[in-house]
């Protein structure tokens, strides 16, 4: 259970924070149409770096089973991270109870009091697995959704077909099963994120 005591049908704010280049805007966009697809209210913003390749991105995402009065996230109750920059200036935009999923290979977690924090070899993952760093972005994806269950697996697939270019959609598929197996293991390891 989560510190604030997460009320069924309150709304899951997700942010995806990386660098420029890493992909989130895409993973954004297939959260949302995820929702979507779910019969879920959502609302989607982005914002990028400085730079359009290495600056701090993100991407963020509201499901919700009633209309969104505030479409913009202050306080993510999810944040999925893959690179140290962008973590540590999201960090404290973590609501209290919330989770971060950070890729181990580009981040390295502090203690934060009120917020639940976990690596996943993403990176690692997809080179070893799939052949591909790059689809690291869809293996934090999976974990996203095996952990978090915030959507169902199928309407994310259904929104890659939708919204991946078809030159990479293979190589994401499987990165996203692979992650849905990670994010699964961590949820039975350390339990859901938050109340039922």
Known sequence: MSERG?????PIRVRFGGLGGQGLVTLGAVLAEAGARSGL???ASQAYGSRARGGATRADVILASEPIDFPH??????????AQEAYELYLPQVAPGGVVLADGFFVKTVAREGVRQH???????A????????????VMLGALLGFGQVVGEEAVSAAMRKLVSKRFLEVNQKAFVLGCGLGAGLREE?????AS
């Open 6 to 10: 997460r009320q069924a049908g309150e």
């Open 41 to 43: 209210h959502v609302a």
């Open 73 to 82: 996230v202050h306080h993510a109750d999810l944040l999925v991270v893959l």
């Open 119 to 125: 690596c996943l070899a993403a990176t690692a993952a």
């Open 127 to 138: 080179m070893e697995q799939v052949g591909n760093k790059v689809a690291a972005n869809f």
């Open 190 to 194: 350390v339990g859901p994120w938050q």
